[in-house]
């Protein structure tokens, strides 16, 4: 087969997608997501001027040898744009390869691990009363596992905490919102949460918890003995991981178990985390991880250590994303869990796909290849708006991480 054309389509139905679509000489095209929140026009500029033209006329089947010529062949490897750059290339190519050989990308990755993809569900509220609520309403829904995040007293923002319930997405038009942050309330108030909701639940719900990268790792590790009672699924980027061998305070004065990595880019991040065995699910994805063909070694070196993947899933990452990361999930045997946060209906509109929720878990479908569509009518009615993510600042002025 020969690749002849890519196009680089951007949308905005309810917040920006960037998706590249790959065309060959015989009629079969190919689908990659190529979002990053906030930085969205970088990879835009960075596919349509430098990645394009470097993979016309290649076989869209050399899906090893396309991904070290755009990671090696960069000379400036890494990073997130040009990661996510590779990791749309990569999944338009599988998609391209499963609609080729009439099956769907799980098979070609394996085949079925496992029937179905556990998920987890986003419960917020603007306090603890509210967030148990909302933590009922998935329960209704037939999740089996939820992640809880509550408003902190004293502050008038926090991570996670926002108007849409389904459908929350944090970034937004203008310039950065700016949130506000005390570790101390929040070290506080996080484990009051958990006792509450172990106490109207009980103990067989999967409960998660994401720090959002706002401690240092003492203060992690303080976190995670104060929710050893509560026996969490897991607590998430508790630290942020730049220094990998900070876990290593984290790891010797808790078990809560840890999971990492949303917006780590390669192995390269990850690899002290994993060999010492420092976490126990590793959260990067398909979109910002260099694509199936990196995640997929990940996962194997994650396997030998007693990793788990536990990969981003939220609304910044298109459906093709969400059904990439569902033929890696169902295929590999250390899957743990996959985040999902529902998509509004004009994004499942534009992107029409094969994978759903049932009772608690996701099915992929078993459409060839990946399984989602490109409406490109209906994208051009949404066109691209400006956004970013919000900043932190601690409640003396200083700039945190948000
Ligand atoms: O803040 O994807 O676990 N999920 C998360 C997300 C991230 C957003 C940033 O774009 O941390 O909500
Ligand atoms: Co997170």
């Known amino acids: 087969m020969k690749i002849i054309a890519a196009d680089v389509l951007v949308t905005c139905p309810g917040r920006n997608f960037v998706t590249l679509r790959i065309q060959t000489e015989e009629g079969i095209y190919g689908l990659g997501d190529a979002t990053l929140n906030g930085r969205e026009m970088a990879v835009v500029s960075y596919l349509r001027e430098h990645v394009v033209p470097c993979i016309i006329g290649r076989d869209p089947f050399e899906t090893e040898d396309i991904w070290q010529y755009l990671y090696r062949g960069a000379y400036w490897r890494g990073g997130p744009v040009t990661m996510t750059a590779i990791a749309a290339v990569d999944m338009a190519l599988w998609d391209i390869k499963g609609k080729a050989l009439n099956t769907p990308v799980y098979n070609l ?7 179905r993809v556990l998920v987890y569900g986003h419960a917020n509220g603007v306090d603890i009363a509210e967030t148990s609520d909302e933590v009922a309403k998935y329960v209704a829904l037939g999740y089996k596992a939820v992640r809880a995040q509550t408003g902190i007293p004293g502050l008038s923002s926090t991570y996670g905490v926002a108007q849409e319930k389904l459908y929350y997405e944090p970034a937004a038009t203008g310039l950065p ?7 101390e309330q929040y070290l506080l108030h996080v484990p009051k949460l958990f006792e509450r909701l172990r106490l109207t639940f009980g103990d067989d719900l999967h409960l998660l918890h994401d720090a959002h990268h706002r401690l240092t790792p003492i203060q992690a590790a303080r976190l995670g ?13 508790a630290v942020t991981a730049e220094l990998q061998e900070g876990f290593r ?6 078990t809560t178990p840890l999971a990492l990595g949303e917006v780590f880019n390669s192995i390269w991040d990850a690899h002290i985390l994993i ?7 590793i959260r990067m994805t398909i979109v910002h991880s260099g694509g199936i063909t990196h995640l997929k070694k990940i996962a194997a ?6 990793v788990q993947t536990g990969c981003h899933g939220a609304t910044d990452l298109s459906p093709i994303s969400m059904a990439a990361a569902l033929h890696f999930d169902i295929s590999i045997h250390n899957f743990g869990i996959q985040e999902y946060m529902r998509h509004t209906k004009e994004t499942d509109d534009v992107f029409p796909h094969a994978y759903y929720f049932a009772d608690g878990y996701l099915h992929p479908g078993d459409k060839p ?5 490109y409406d490109v009518k209906l994208a051009e ?3 691209y708006a400006r956004a970013y993510l919000p900043v932190n600042r601690k409640l003396d002025g200083t700039m945190w991480n948000w």
Do not use: C
């Not at 003995?225 to 980027?237: A, G, M, T, V, Y």
């Not at 305070?249 to 808790?254: A, C, D, P, S």
């Open 301 to 306: 070196l994650a396997e030998i250590y007693h």
């Open 109 to 115: 990755l394996g085949g079925k691990s496992r029937n």
């Open 177 to 183: 919102p700016e949130n506000l942050w005390s570790t």
């Open 249 to 254: 305070i984290v790891r010797h004065h808790t």
């Open 225 to 237: 003995k104060s929710l050893e009672p509560h026996h969490l699924f897991w607590l998430e980027d």
């Open 369 to 373: 290849g990946l399984g989602v569509d």
């Open 381 to 383: 009615r949404f066109p």
């Open 275 to 281: 060999t010492e065995q420092l976490i126990d699910y």
